[in-house]
């Protein structure tokens, strides 16, 4: 089992940049797919991005593709999300989460989420 804690969120203009930072915790996290969602008010949950085991492979939902980057560091058991030209449509509250394989990540189904951490951009 992993624990995830999200942090770095915030308030930034629109077209600014901002990282924020998943923790994790669990002898499994190197060997588990590890993915960013958001929510934002009034919305479902949404897949943003996923990146294998490694590191070598990512997925991005089309929204975000060319403007975020997610990597991940497992001698520090963390994943990242580098979100880069930033839209008000990207306000959203995010969440990590952590799975078998990348197709069990953008499927979404997860039993348990963590505290997620608020971005906000301002036009």
């Known amino acids: 089992q992993v624990q995830l804690v999200e942090s770095g969120g915030g308030l930034v203009q629109a077209g600014g940049s901002l990282r924020i930072s998943c923790a994790a915790s669990g002898r499994t996290f190197s060997r588990s797919a590890m993915g960013w969602f958001r929510q934002a008010p009034g919305k479902e949950r949404e897949f943003v991005a996923v990146v294998g085991w490694s590191g070598g492979l990512t997925r991005y939902a089309d929204s975000v593709k060319g403007r975020f980057t997610i990597s991940r560091d497992n001698a520090k058991n963390t994943v990242y999300l580098q979100m880069n030209s930033l839209k008000p449509e990207d306000t959203a509250v995010y969440y990590c989460?952590?799975?078998?394989?990348?197709?069990?990540?953008?499927?979404?189904?997860?039993?348990?989420w963590g505290q997620g951490t608020q971005v906000t951009v301002s036009s």
């Open positions: 989460n952590a799975g078998a394989s990348i197709a069990t990540i953008i499927a979404g189904n997860f039993d348990s």
